[in-house]
């Protein structure tokens, strides 16, 4: 029996004209790519251009891929919610600036030197406890997150829309994820900085 | 903006949800701190396990040709045409003439090795420069909005004096509706770990927060806040002592106090 590719070594495939590099991740990732582009765009044919730019983009910027900043599938994930976000804002003319500065989201551009692809792979049960707790969360919580992942906007932003004051959205956004994270249950080692 | 509250920004960075002014302050501060980039990081799995919450839906079979047929040969493509064109001539090339290429290229080797290490050394310093020329650009920013706030044709000086709580605190600041509040106070208590201060906008229809801060160890803090949009104009600013993340309405003691004439 043969071992499937790792998903680096299915990257590195592909972008040294491979064809089978790119359909192994195509295979694995196009699901969930096209589902969070789906629920973003909320249109069909709009979600699939966005998991072809998703995947181009991949190919073009393999070169920025860093393994230490997460696995391929993250990575994946956080041009798709990018892409899908600067569609929804360039068809309402929103302004792009936000996302169209830096096109990885934040927490990609802080590499960790202790990660590799296997400690970061999410399990069905970690998936599934998030979901739980997401549903858990006080509406008012859960409807300030959703403004900011799905559809882009900045926590003042969401203040405007939600009529609320900038330091109530503040504190629930935060307390959300918080909680989410919480859920998880990630291992000590990283969830807490490095005792020195 | 003290390092507690820049603290209470970095799930809302992970998420991509921050203010632009916000953003740079706090990337200038991630930058050199090790504890917001872990707690930046421990947030990337929320972002993950978000977007697999999703009902999982299947995109129509056509869009793998789409993406498997276009992308990957069109763009490969280039990337090959090198090394095949290299080798053809090759096997007509007859054997002296390939010998001679052979020592030349022997020769070359050393030249090209140096060459090499020389390009790798100078991308590190590219590199290094990049990061440095970054840091600058951070910092700059946020000296200029701090300039442009003070000098925003609508801002105002607000001095806060100590309350009974601690009647040698005292306090400035500069508000713009369109700018947001620089905010400078000294010799505030130091507070237990549980504890913060918490800056308000006093307004006629109730108190609005304006950020949650710790003083340095002698007892400075200096913060540079937004004014939330639709606010109505408040009419004086005020610090309470509020439990350590903050809270949507004032609950404790306050510690100081400025009139908006």
């Not at chain 1, 499937?4 to 295979?27: C, F, I, N, R």
């Not at chain 1, 973003?40 to 860093?66: L, N």
């Not at chain 2, 022997?106 to 020329?133: H, I, K, M, Q, W």
């Not at chain 2, 509020?242 to 400025?258: F, K």
Request: with cysteine; hydrophobic share 40%; charged share 25%.
């Amino acid at each position: 029996m043969e071992t499937p590719l790792s998903d680096g070594d299915a990257l590195a495939a592909a972008v040294s004209g491979d064809g089978t590099g790119l359909a192994t991740l195509y295979d694995r990732y196009s699901r969930v790519v096209y589902s969070l582009a789906l629920r973003i765009v909320q249109e069909q044919a709009e979600a699939e251009d966005v998991v072809q730019e998703v995947f181009a983009q991949m190919f073009r910027q393999s070169e920025r891929y860093d393994s230490r900043r997460g696995s391929v599938s993250s990575w994946l994930l956080t041009i798709a919610r990018t892409r899908a976000i600067d569609h929804v804002r360039a068809r309402k003319r929103l302004p792009n600036g936000r996302f169209g500065r830096e096109p990885e989201a934040a927490a990609e551009n802080v590499p960790d030197p202790r990660a590799n692809q296997e400690s970061q792979t999410l399990t069905d049960e970690q998936v599934q406890r998030v979901r739980r707790a997401l549903g858990d969360l006080p509406a008012e919580q859960r409807r300030a997150l959703e403004l900011a992942y799905y559809d882009g906007l900045s926590q003042s932003e969401i203040a405007e829309r939600l009529k609320e004051p900038l330091g109530t959205v503040k504190s629930r956004i935060r307390a959300a994820m918080m909680r989410l994270r919480d859920s998880l249950e990630l291992d000590k080692r990283v969830k807490e900085p490095q005792a020195r | 903006m003290s390092h507690e509250e820049l603290r209470e920004l970095t799930s809302a960075y992970a998420l991509g949800a921050l203010d632009p002014g916000d953003r740079e302050r706090f990337e200038a501060h991630l930058a050199s701190c090790a504890e917001c980039q872990a707690e930046v990081r421990s947030f990337r799995p929320v972002m993950d396990a978000l977007a697999r919450t999703i009902d999982s839906r299947q995109p129509s079979p056509q869009l793998r040709a789409r993406v498997v047929d276009d992308i990957g040969p069109r763009e490969s493509r280039v990337q090959d045409s090198r090394p095949a064109q290299a080798f053809r001539p090759a096997t007509v090339i007859p054997w002296f003439l390939a010998t001679a290429a052979a020592i030349a290229l022997a020769a070359l080797t050393p030249y090209t090795v140096e060459l090499r290490n020389r390009t790798r050394e100078l991308a590190g310093v590219v590199r290094d420069l990049s990061a440095r020329l970054a840091e600058t650009d951070r910092q700059l920013v946020a000296a200029r909005n701090e300039v442009s706030l003070l000098a925003a044709p609508d801002v105002r000086r607000v001095d806060l004096r100590g309350q009974s709580a601690a009647p040698q605190a005292v306090a400035r600041a500069y508000l713009s509706r369109s700018r947001g509040v620089y905010f400078v106070a000294s010799d505030l208590p130091q507070v237990p770990s549980d504890k913060a201060y918490q800056l308000w906008f006093v307004t006629p229809s109730g108190p609005v927060s304006a950020s949650v801060f710790r003083p340095d160890d002698r007892g400075r803090a200096e913060i540079i806040a937004d004014v939330p949009p639709g606010m109505p104009n408040p009419n004086a600013l005020a610090v309470t002592l509020e439990p350590a993340g903050g809270v949507p309405a004032p609950t404790g003691s306050m510690y100081l106090v400025g009139p908006l004439n």
